[in-house]
């Protein structure tokens, strides 16, 4: 089987798994990390069917979306062995998916990935900032009934992975803080630094602006 091959079947899997998702993490998520998956790695030396089946896959078992993340990665080894993946090759995406979460970053030891990881990770961390990102972030509090603001609760600034999916302690506001403002500092690849740079700034463009508005100051 070709790698071309084995993309779009890998491409169907995700779309069947992903285009029902209600909190910003459906198939037009997924189609964007690709976009920027492929242009990072037109300036980074990984491997492309590892980088690209990861990015397709990297939602598919994520513990914040699934209710058994357990049985959806062995649908998936099972899958990618069926379309003539290698052992390595299934460990190695599955290693990245179930590691590039920012709730692994909360841990004391977190996970170390390859290139093709970090690729994905930048590119899943990319589409969750910048005016994008906003939406994003916004879709998935609204889908979970979030507090949108309240000025008397502050950003929690030192979280475990347990904390931080509490989204009793969390208003939409304060994910910024908790969350997406950290991200440009977490970019691992040249690329995505540099287009992380605006999207950044355009978050805290927002944030001046709806605090703004909330005091009625505009």
């Known amino acids: 089987m070709t790698n071309e091959a ?3 079947a890998i491409k169907k899997f995700s779309f069947d798994k992903m285009s029902g998702d209600a909190t910003g ?9 690709i976009k920027t998956a492929k242009r990072i790695l037109q300036t980074e030396d990984a491997d492309p069917l590892i980088t690209l089946a990861a ?3 990297h939602d598919v078992a994520d513990d914040k979306l699934v209710d058994d993340p357990a049985a959806l990665e062995h649908e998936i080894k099972e899958f990618l062995l069926s379309i003539d993946f290698s052992e390595e090759q ?3 995406v599955l290693y990245i998916i179930h590691n590039l979460s920012f709730s692994k970053s909360l841990s004391k030891n977190p996970p170390k990935l390859s290139l093709a990881g970090q690729i994905v990770q930048d590119s899943d961390r990319l589409d969750a900032i910048g005016a994008i990102g ?23 600034q030192s979280m475990n992975k347990a904390e931080y999916r ?18 440009t500092a977490m970019m691992n690849t040249p690329t995505a630094k540099k287009i992380a740079e605006k ?10 602006e709806f605090k703004a508005e909330w005091d009625a100051e505009k």
């Open 199 to 208: 999207r950044h700034q355009y978050m805290l463009d927002f944030l001046d």
């Open 134 to 156: 906003i939406i994003r972030a916004i879709y998935y509090g609204g889908a979970h009934a979030e507090t949108i603001y309240d000025p008397t609760i502050e950003p929690r």
């Open 6 to 8: 084995q993309l779009a």
């Open 90 to 92: 299934v460990d190695e």
């Open 166 to 183: 509490n989204l009793n302690n969390e208003t939409i506001i304060n994910h910024f803080y908790e969350k997406l403002l950290k991200l």
């Open 25 to 33: 993490h459906n198939f037009d998520h997924i189609q964007r990390v």
């Open 55 to 57: 990015a397709y896959l």
